[in-house]
Nanobody, 127 residues
């Protein structure tokens, strides 16, 4: 069982910044951040594989950065230029499963592929 614990959510004004952290009990091949807004499905925000290219969803590309600190067992999500549409609960997730994509094994983007989840941390952006 992998344990994930997020923190760092807060209320900020549009244009502000936040850094979310996720402490993990172990590193899995695919780890990432997902967001769920009220009344909407959980969506992928950023995925970082143990090897390969980091993925960002189009709406956050250039504003958010996912990174990890192996020594601290911590996954980060740096969020800049926050917008009201970034509102939601942010979840850290992990999986050992790969999907076959573009001719190679890759980390999937769908939330259903991720087996371990944190409790979530709330981000509120006001205009």
């Amino acid at each position: 069982q992998v344990h994930l614990a997020e923190s760092g959510g807060d209320s900020v004004q549009a244009g502000g910044s936040l850094r979310l952290s996720c402490v993990t009990s172990e590193w899995l091949p695919c780890m990432g951040w997902f967001r769920q807004a009220p009344g909407k499905e959980r969506e992928e925000i950023a995925i970082i594989p143990s090897a390969g290219t980091t993925f960002y969803t189009e709406s956050v590309r250039g504003r958010f950065t996912i990174s990890k600190d192996d020594a601290k067992n911590t996954l980060w999500l740096e969020m800049n230029s926050l917008k009201t549409e970034d509102n939601g609960t942010y979840y850290c997730a992990a999986t050992r499963r790969y999907v076959w994509m573009r001719g190679k094994s890759s980390c999937g983007l769908e939330a259903s592929l991720y087996d371990f989840w944190g409790q979530g941390t709330q981000v509120t952006v006001s205009s």
